[in-house]
């Protein structure tokens, strides 16, 4: 798939079974339990192409001026095209708008991690926080807590 009609966009609730689908490419489909007790479309954007998703990307505002971001998972047919990067710039871009001024992430991926520091200039916090239950990698037991100032 041509990746250059990508539309970002807020979800519908027909995609919620593509979306459960896409997050689960990265064990990130536990919607409901301990580690991710909701997942609202109406915080999150996807990424489409002709109607087809292949992404997601979520958020939380904490309070006015911090926020979190939750699940990012791209379907890996279609992982190393930028459809992360233009996910996570849409998410950053509207709580710009919502006037978030501190953006937090957790990550159990050193590549994920890498990513986040090089392409959008996250910076560790040194916090480290235990896993509630299997969700993510199954090897890491801890998630590394980043932030960057918006």
């Not at 501190?102 to 560790?124: C, H, M, Q």
């Not at 916090?127 to 199954?138: D, E, Q, T």
């Amino acid at each position: 798939m041509d990746l250059s009609d990508l539309k970002i966009r807020r979800p519908v609730p027909e995609e919620w079974p593509r979306i459960l689908e896409i997050l689960e490419t990265a064990n990130f489909h536990h919607i409901g339990g301990p580690e991710m007790p909701s997942f609202p479309l109406s915080e999150c954007f996807v990424a489409a192409v002709d109607g087809t998703v292949f992404g997601v990307a979520g958020y939380r505002v904490l309070d006015e001026t911090t926020a979190k971001t939750t699940l990012l998972a791209v379907d890996p047919e279609y992982r190393g095209r930028s459809a992360g990067a233009a996910l996570h710039r849409a998410r950053q871009e509207f709580l710009r708008t919502l006037g978030i001024k501190t953006l937090y992430t957790n990550s159990d991926d050193a590549r994920v991690i890498a990513w986040y520091e090089r392409v959008f200039g996250y910076k560790p916090t040194g916090k480290r926080i235990a896993k509630l239950a299997p969700f993510g990698r199954s090897d890491k037991h801890e998630w590394i807590n980043l932030m960057v100032e918006l």
